[in-house]
């Protein structure tokens, strides 16, 4: 075995390795780049090196910084973990050629089952039905136009190379697939360094599983069961069980045979999983991972076996620890990933300060693994991905009942997160009935929301609330270091020599689709009285009463009803995750009569941190409403912003290349006379 190991990734998965390693009595050396100085996967690990900058491509990605770093750490071994160089055969012949063990298949496995194109006409070979499509070596743009209108619309692009849903865009017809192409071609080179893409049919309304297999150098190959990995946005899985519920055994048992058949087609060893279309019981091949998947875990709960056990073992050359007849399944697990992201907003990434993660303890049945904690930066370099909460029970409802309340117990405040959206999918019947597909989230985006006016005012009482409490112990905390602990004159709860006080606060909500105090504007009574604080936002009075602790624990009560929320409190913003519902308050008015100028003056401002990749319009351009100004990737995803009114551009406050920062002004357009602002 290997007595010392480099781990090439980060976050939660390069913390997840080391825990195995330092298990076997392996020694661990993380690598990072200049963001991630202080994050958690270093401290993990024995020891760490510096591999570059913070974009991926001079860190995570530089294959010969990392190589250099393993050897002069004394390393015998990479492991890869999953994305970035993961499913890259050059850099695993690099670490052959430098007498370096890769965790994971042969450069020649990589190169034929990575490669989407390749890998579909292995599997033809072996006997698998393929989705219908075009995987051919010509990548020309009419040539590709041709191919999409051959097979019909919609159609899928997808990145030839990588995998976790970079790269890869539905085209609904003709007009669409020139962006949609470009766009595909940017993500898969800043992603996998290879701009070339295949298409195929879109299945819609069909169900996504995967078999994980594992093999060895001495021609042993197993499955390890199936997943069902159907509930999707951007591509990118969400929530995803094990085993796969509905299917029959017959489809169940062709599957496992056919995956273990795609892996003795290519000679594999080590950890692989084989993806399957399904739809009215017939499944299509679509690719082969050739690594470690991100929903590992769920295999792992309902087998007891740990995966990246197995993969050192099998590098180190030893055979798999069991064979098929000793494999068995127990139980149900689901994970579900927590991200920096806005649901509200298409999803798009959330960077910045971390100021709380409060996630489930441990306790039987419960996993949690993540690469971040509380005043963490979260870097709008990498993938979004917070945490993963994993849950087993001895059957599915007991399982999803499990991750109900483990969700329930998670609180994220500073950065927006599919935490709400994640709970309300685990309440939805096609989900609880197992019969979620891979539309199911673009769905329930467009299903009408419960709440409103009601909800932001118990919200709004709730910060209120907060705020009062935290301004009680700031004036505790002074009138014990001047000794007037006793002294009316140091009270906070509005007590008058005659009588009791009246205050007025304004809160108001800054909203997800805009990242800006734009959302509801509440006027908050407060009325100090002998039995305590009454609220009121308009219509009738609340009694308040709570304690708040110095890690913003907040447990209250509103007229007697019990809530638990979660709060940070910084200058004039008030954090607040109410029963996982994050919401962000602004005290006073003074930024909203800004961002009402700014919004009227046909700015555009970055919807998030990023990198300009595109920028479509030059000064002096005439552009209409909805046109496409420029690209900004981060997280491994793009987003266009396009034109909220007609005119032309005035200002261009960016180049192509730049770094920007939420909020930043990009584009400045003065408006046609006959055009208004967007609202």
């Known amino acids: 075995m290997f007595a010392r190991l480099l781990i090439a990734n980060r976050g939660e998965i390069a913390c997840r390795i080391a825990r195995t390693a330092r298990a076997m009595g392996i020694e661990t050396i993380a690598v990072y780049s200049s963001a991630d100085r202080l994050a958690r996967h270093v401290s993990a690990c024995d020891r760490a090196y510096w591999i570059g900058a ?65 890998a579909k006409r292995l599997m033809a070979a072996v006997g698998l039905p393929l989705v219908p499509g075009y995987d051919e070596d010509a990548q020309d743009e009419a040539g590709l136009l041709a191919a999409a209108e051959q097979i019909g619309y919609p159609v899928l692009i997808k990145a030839r190379s990588g995998g976790g849903g970079k790269g890869m865009r539905i085209v609904r017809g003709e007009g669409e ?14 992603s996998f360094a290879d701009e ?42 969400v929530i995803e069980e094990a085993p796969a519920p509905g299917l029959s055994a017959v489809l169940r048992a062709q599957m496992s045979q056919w995956a273990r058949d795609a892996a003795r087609a290519v000679g594999y060893e080590g950890a692989g999983t084989v993806e399957f279309m399904v739809c009215n019981e017939a499944a ?62 298409d999803f798009l990434p959330s960077s910045g300060p971390l100021l709380a993660l409060h996630l489930p303890g441990a ?7 993540s690469g971040v904690a509380s005043g963490d930066q979260i870097s709008p370099f990498y993938d979004s991905m917070l945490a993963k909460l994993i849950v087993h029970a001895a059957d599915r409802p007991l399982a999803l009942d499990q991750m109900q309340r483990a969700l329930s117990r998670c609180c994220v405040l500073g950065v927006r997160t599919n935490l709400e959206l994640l709970r309300r999918l685990c309440r939805l019947p096609e989900l609880m009935d197992g019969r979620a597909d891979t539309a199911l989230i673009a769905r329930e985006d467009q299903a009408p929301r419960q709440g409103g006016l009601d909800d932001s005012a118990r919200s709004a009482k709730a910060a209120a609330l907060a705020l009062l409490l935290q301004e009680s112990m700031l004036a505790d905390e002074a009138a014990r270091r001047s000794a007037q602990t006793g002294s009316p004159w140091s009270r906070t709860d509005g007590w008058q020599a005659f009588g009791s006080a009246r205050r007025q606060l304004r809160l108001r909500e800054v909203t997800r689709s805009t990242h ?11 009325d100090y009285r002998r039995d305590g604080w009454w609220l009121s936002t308009g219509v009738g009075w609340t009694r308040v009463e709570g304690q708040l602790d110095h890690a913003g624990h907040l447990r209250g009560a509103l007229d007697g009803q019990l809530f638990d929320a979660w709060v940070s409190m910084a200058g004039e913003h008030i954090h607040l995750c109410l029963e996982g519902d994050h919401a962000q308050w602004m005290i006073g008015e003074a930024t909203v009569r800004q961002t009402v100028r700014v919004r009227q003056s046909g700015s555009h401002a970055a919807p998030m941190p990023g990198r ?7 000064l002096d351009d005439a552009v209409k409403r909805g046109q496409p100004l420029l690209v900004i990737e981060a997280m491994k995803m793009e987003y266009t912003v396009q034109a909220s009114v007609a005119g032309t551009v005035t200002r261009i406050g960016c180049a192509l290349g730049d770094t920007v920062a939420l909020g930043q002004i990009l584009v400045d357009i003065t408006q046609g006379q006959d055009e208004h602002p967007v609202t």
Request: net charge negative.
């Open 196 to 237: 070339r893409v295949i298409i195929e049919r879109l299945i819609e309304g069909a169900r996504h599983i995967e078999v994980q297999i594992f093999a060895d150098r001495h021609g042993h190959v197993v499955h390890l069961f199936d997943r069902d990995c159907s509930l999707q946005r951007r591509h990118q899985k």
């Open 54 to 118: 913070a974009p991926a491509r001079e860190s995570y990605l530089n294959g010969k910084a990392i190589i250099q770093a393993a050897l002069a750490s004394g390393a015998q071994a990479i492991h890869p973990g999953y994305g970035f160089l993961s499913e890259n055969a050059a850099f695993a012949q690099a670490c052959g050629d430098a007498g370096l063990q890769f965790i994971g298949p042969s450069p020649a496995a990589i190169q034929a089952m990575g490669d989407k194109a390749t």
């Open 612 to 618: 300009i990749v595109s920028i479509a319009v030059a």
């Open 516 to 526: 800006h105090a734009a959302g509801q504007l509440i006027d908050i009574d407060i």
């Open 284 to 345: 299509c091949f679509i690719e082969m991972n050739t690594r470690l998947q991100v929903e590992h875990p769920v295999t792992e709960m309902i087998t007891g076996l740990d995966l990246v056990e197995w993969q050192l073992r099998v590098a180190a050359g030893k055979p798999l620890p069991l064979d098929q007849t000793q494999i068995t399944a127990q139980g149900h697990a689901f994970e579900a990933r927590l991200c920096a992201e806005d649901p509200q907003a």
């Open 363 to 369: 306790e039987q049945g419960v996993r949690v693994d």
């Open 177 to 190: 697939f020139p962006a949609a192409l470009a766009a595909c071609r940017r993500e898969s080179l800043a």
